[in-house]
């Protein structure tokens, strides 16, 4: 509306100064070399803009002449541009889907129109890797290393490619490369900590932590400074228990519902004859998440104590979250020990419907000490083959006998407290009968020589699950623990180290970092 009366305004000003001029006409005279030409003012006023608008026309014909190699060259280029945007368009699309053919005739496109552009070196690279030519995708993305505009990219395209070769040094001096580069990359600053973790340079991974402060989440940062505070914790309990201490009191402040930094924590206080602190530690934690971790550290505050007396700390333990299962399973541990045997059937009596593999063990075990009733722990026993399974500290598709910072990928804090697959139904047959040597061999495979009762089996037994325990595979087919090795570890599901077109493939867990520490599941 605005444009419309001030374009009104405008025609009227020139109409009027027209009219104006009209009621006015004026005579112009022109000498010049002997000419004389006269006019009126309007008609010299018609001249001068008709001159005026042929000379711009002259000159926007002269100007295009001019111009015209260079536009079609701009021209050229829009139209190369286009065609190769077309052709990087289609080619990441035909690799998002899987398609190597389509994938390399735009690759082959690309290279010949736009062959120094960053994404058509991506998408040749990624045509590679689709291929599985990992030598040719390392050579691209060392070509990108190698420019400022791709360096990122181009490094964590070697980073992948190196880890899928299993090279995990080059795999680390390129993250710790790219993590200098760009502190911001999440992926770089998560391979350096995986990589000095795995190591177990725990202080060159509490430096990369603290270095990386300002980019991480508070949250995130107190918990995996915790983790790795308990880590080097364990790391230097045996060779400097005072530091240890301080790591595992640190831990503990940052995180107190933490379970193996308030565990370790606890018992390190209560080793100092800081009972007090000790168990109020350890009770803010098991109030969290009850753990029998806890519940062993605290039954064992005192040293020396008799076993009445760890019974009724525990109980007053359990309270704190009343019918919660590790409470139960705390309670009858201890009733057993100081031979109350009344009341660790009553705590485990609510569970005994479908009782779990640690509640059919602690029967067994009762029925042994209370009645030496040899029949009713061996049917005990046989149960345990086929209950369901208790909580362990698990990651990947790998379960540990103690808890562990790193997953056998690398993750950190990757191991957690839950039951193993929880989900996947097992199709294990009950066993009614068997000798106890069978079911003793059995347990042991699955469930290891540290969840079985104490006292349940005679010395022969015990020799013999020790063998079935170091080599359960060979001791079932009739062979040695030098016949058939077994890995120190074995996964059960594939965890992709990338989503990358090569997903599928699993590098290679780093057993030897903490060998021994993880054990199979299942056989």
């Known amino acids: ?218 949250d995130v940062y107190r918990r995996q400074r915790a983790v790795m ?63 029998p971790d806890l519940a062993q550290v605290f039954s064992n505050l005192r040293f020396g104590d008799a076993a009445r007396d760890r019974l009724k700390r525990v109980e007053a333990l359990a309270k704190a979250v009343p019918g919660h299962i590790e409470g139960a399973f705390a309670v009858a541990r201890a009733a057993i020990d100081a031979g109350d045997f009344a009341k660790a059937r009553a705590v485990l009596a609510s569970y005994l419907s479908a009782p779990t593999k640690r509640v059919a063990l602690l029967m067994a075990e009762l029925e042994r000490a209370a009645s030496n009733d040899e029949g009713r722990a061996r049917e005990w026993l046989a149960r345990a083959l086929s209950a369901a399974a208790d909580p362990v500290w698990t990651a990947e598709g790998y379960i540990s006998d103690r808890w562990l910072a790193v997953s056998p990928s690398g993750r950190l804090d990757g191991f957690e407290w839950r039951v193993p697959l929880r989900g996947i139904a097992s199709a294990a047959p009950v066993i009614e009968t068997g000798t106890a040597d069978s079911i003793a061999k059995e347990i042991a495979g699955e469930q290891g020589l540290r969840d079985l009762p104490r006292g349940l089996l005679a010395d022969g037994e015990k020799s013999e699950l020790a063998n079935a325990a170091t080599d359960p595979v060979a001791t079932r087919q009739g062979g040695t623990a030098e016949q058939a090795p077994v890995a120190p570890v074995i996964p059960l599901i594939h965890a992709p180290d990338d989503p990358g077109p090569e997903a599928s493939e699993e590098p290679e867990p780093r057993a030897e970092a903490q060998a021994g520490a993880w054990r199979k599941m299942f056989e």
């Open 1 to 218: 509306m605005i444009r419309i009366i001030f374009f009104l305004i405008v025609v009227g000003a020139l109409a009027l100064g027209a009219a104006w001029l009209a009621d006015r006409p004026g005579e112009v005279v022109v000498s010049w070399q002997g000419w004389r030409i006269e006019t009126s003012l309007m008609v010299l006023g018609a001249a001068v803009l008709a001159a005026l608008a042929a000379l711009v026309l002259v000159w926007s014909i002269v100007s295009a002449i001019l111009r015209s190699p260079f536009a079609f060259r701009r021209h050229l280029h829009r139209r190369r541009g286009e065609r190769a945007y077309q052709a990087i368009s289609h080619g990441l699309i035909a690799v998002g889907a899987g398609d190597l053919d389509a994938a390399r005739k735009h690759v082959a496109e690309a290279k010949r129109i736009a062959p120094t552009e960053p994404l058509a070196l991506l998408l040749s690279a990624q045509s590679a890797q689709l291929a599985g030519d990992r030598e040719t995708a390392a050579s691209v993305f060392r070509d990108m290393a190698n420019r400022p505009d791709t360096k990122a990219l181009g490094l964590h395209g070697l980073f992948v490619e190196a880890r899928r070769s299993h090279d995990y040094e080059n795999a680390r001096a390129i993250a710790e490369e790219a993590a200098r580069e760009n502190p911001a990359l999440t992926w770089a600053g998560k391979a350096v900590l995986e990589a000095r973790s795995l190591a177990g340079d725990w202080a060159g991974a509490l430096a990369h932590l603290e270095a990386n402060k300002k980019t991480l989440d508070k």
């Open 229 to 291: 505070l308990t880590a080097r914790a364990h790391a230097l309990e045996e060779t400097d228990r005072d530091a240890a201490k301080a790591f595992a009191l640190e831990a503990a402040k940052l995180t107190p519902t933490f379970v193996p930094a308030a565990a370790l924590a606890g018992r390190m206080l209560a080793e100092g004859g800081e009972l007090r602190k000790a168990a109020r530690l350890i009770s803010r934690a098991w109030q969290a998440n009850p753990h």
